[in-house]
């Protein structure tokens, strides 16, 4: 299964874009990076989905290199709504692999 | 209404007793967890299960058991409540087919408290 390395916390100001970055050097073939956002108190939700060269939705984008052992996810201009924790899971989920979501990423968003 | 309902959403017991958070969902989804966040440590995963006759523990699932009485139900027991299960549990559900087989869709969390 393989393990994420994410930055515990970032900071950022409105307006400005936002790239954490996932690190998953054991990844295998089958598997999908996928990225979700919790606010206090709720269940997380899902933002985007990738396996490889870059993916884009209407809220985000997801940046994957050739090797694959990292990942990118990126927040065009942030807004104070932004400030959230956001997790990177990597896993494939098709063969039953368990869905372990580690610590994320804490962003705060300030004006 | 909730795609996925958590019943109770808030409750407090005392050390010993047996409590049963419940679940349900009307997505239709195969696959149904449930997971605990502490503060600071993320979501950690309890049990999982892939459809009625498929249950799997997780990475924490000591003092806990679970019951799948039908594909939209999928309940989680404390037989005997211990303080430091004290937690917000969240169920969540996923469909487990295709590219998207990986997306979560969660519940709104139980509050669990266990003095």
């Known amino acids: 299964l393989a393990k994420t390395t994410q930055p515990i916390s970032m900071d950022s100001y409105e307006g400005q874009e936002v790239n954490i970055t996932c690190s998953h050097n054991?990844?295998?073939?089958?598997?999908?990076i996928t990225w979700y956002q919790q606010f206090p108190s709720q269940g997380p939700r899902f933002i985007i989905q990738?396996?490889?060269t870059k993916v884009t939705n209407e809220v985000a984008s997801l940046f994957i290199p050739a090797d694959r052992k990292s990942s990118t996810l990126s927040l065009p201009r942030v807004s104070l709504s932004d400030t959230a924790v956001y997790y990177c899971?990597?896993?494939?989920?098709?063969?039953?692999?368990?869905?372990?979501f580690g610590k994320g990423t804490s962003l705060l968003v300030t004006p | 209404d909730a795609d996925v309902t958590q019943t109770p959403r808030n409750r407090i017991t005392k050390t010993g007793k047996r409590i049963m958070l419940e679940c349900s969902q009307t997505?239709?989804?195969?696959?149904m967890y449930w997971y605990r966040q502490d503060p600071g440590l993320g979501l950690r995963l309890i049990y999982y299960?892939?459809?009625?006759?498929?249950?799997n523990k997780g990475e924490i699932s000591d003092g806990y058991s679970v019951s799948r009485q039908a594909q939209a139900k999928f309940s989680l027991s404390l037989e005997s409540a211990i303080p430091n299960q004290t937690a917000l549990y969240f169920c969540?559900?996923?469909?487990?087919?295709?590219?998207?087989?990986?997306?979560?869709?969660f519940g709104e969390g139980s509050r669990l408290t266990v003095l």
């Open positions: 969540a559900t996923s469909p487990g087919q295709g590219a998207v087989g990986g997306e979560l869709f």
């Open positions: 054991n990844i295998a073939t089958n598997d999908y």
């Open positions: 990738g396996y490889k």
């Open positions: 899971l990597v896993g494939d989920f098709e063969m039953g692999y368990a869905l372990n």
């Open positions: 997505k239709g989804h195969d696959r």
């Open positions: 299960s892939f459809d009625v006759k498929d249950i």
